[in-house]
């Protein structure tokens, strides 16, 4: 057992800390029990990912969250700002969506979720904070590893799967917005637009970046990548949870050489980034931004999907297949139901065995 950095908490080699408990081990590997069943990396970020995990952890134990880390807005932004962490917002609600439905699960996940909200006449530092981001910050803080504190914070949920930052550093995601040329010319010019939380808000977003944009991927994401049966892109917010997994050189060519399978899953409506795009568009913003991209499988509900022929066509040269699934929660809802998107993929993963 060794000290961590302030001398105040004991950091266990991962494995070795919760034998009586495997549930309750860091060490994610142990907390998966056996049968054999396929590897998923699921990639993403926010209310998208948290549906994927939500669904995957139904039907493997064997799942590992690849989340994104430049968000800077709410109590994320605030921490990132504060104490030059990595923002743990989109990292909480992918633990909490791995915690089962059992009462521990169920009281953990809520436990995570949970924000501070002061009244007007007594305002806190503490507003709009969200319990679990204080907790993983001060993880982070006793053990100076953002995996060991995502591992540890797993390890106290029971969380059936592991979660890992895309980067171990924090990012900047910036695109350029079209704006009406000065003096009504024929060419329109471009406004950057810098954060996740702004760029997420504009349409006819283009020229999507990270800074640093050599920043270095997590190597245990990249691990993970490397050795899935499946790597899982989207649902989500695609320019700002979707795409910069494939704009982090270190990660993009871990899922564009990984040996296991791709699949991508649509959004069932068009966020604000892309309004007005079709889901076929939605693919070829992916191959406009990595053209070496390839993919096996694309689950897409059908009501969700304007021109059939058009997707398949785009499908067929990303060298893909598309699946039609109803996996919407209620009609006219753009959320996923996670049990039908459950039944979507033990499905899709029966049939490419």
């Known amino acids: 057992m060794t000290a961590s950095p302030t001398g105040a908490f004991p950091r266990l080699p991962l494995g070795s800390g919760a034998d009586a408990d495997p549930h309750h081990s860091p060490d994610a590997a142990a907390r998966r029990p056996g049968g054999g ?53 989109d990292l909480r609600m992918a633990l909490a969506a791995l915690c089962d439905d059992s009462e521990w699960g169920r009281t953990w996940r809520d436990v995570m979720q949970h924000r501070f909200s002061s009244t007007a006449e007594r305002p806190t530092g503490l ?29 106290l ?43 997420a808000k504009q349409a006819d977003v283009c020229n999507v970046r990270l800074v640093p944009a050599d920043a270095p991927a997590c190597p245990e994401a990249v691990g993970a990548v490397g050795a899935a049966d499946w790597v899982v892109l989207g649902p989500g917010s695609w320019h700002t949870s979707v795409l910069p997994h494939l704009l982090l050189p270190g990660l993009r060519e871990a899922i564009c050489t990984a040996p296991g399978r791709r699949c ?51 499908a067929a040269g990303l060298g893909a297949a598309v699946h039609y699934a109803d996996v919407r929660a209620s009609p006219g809802t753009g959320v996923h139901n996670s049990l039908k998107l459950a039944a979507a993929y033990q499905e899709i993963l029966e049939r490419h065995r």
Do not use: F
């Open 127 to 155: 507003d709009h904070h969200a319990l679990g981001n204080l907790l993983i910050v001060g993880l982070w803080e006793l053990l100076g590893d953002p995996v060991a504190g995502l591992e540890w914070a797993g390890a």
């Open 157 to 199: 949920l029971g969380a059936r799967g592991r979660v890992l930052p895309m980067s171990t550093v924090p990012l900047v995601i910036e695109g350029d917005v079209p704006e009406p040329a000065p003096g009504g010319g024929p060419a329109p010019t471009l406004r950057t637009i810098t954060g996740q939380a702004h760029l």
């Open 37 to 89: 069943r396929p590897s998923v990396v699921a990639l993403g970020g926010g209310h998208g990912l948290s549906a994927n995990l939500a669904a995957l952890r139904r039907i493997t134990p064997a799942v590992t969250a690849v989340v994104t880390v430049a968000d800077d807005g709410g109590s994320s932004g605030r921490l990132r700002d504060e104490l030059g962490v990595l923002p743990p917002g």
């Open 264 to 314: 991508v899953t649509l959004n069932l409506s068009p966020d604000t980034e892309t309004r007005g795009k079709t889901a076929a568009d939605h693919l070829r913003v992916l191959q406009a931004y990595c053209p070496e991209l390839t993919l096996d499988v694309i689950l897409a509900d059908p009501s969700a999907t304007e021109d059939r022929g058009d997707l398949e066509r785009v």
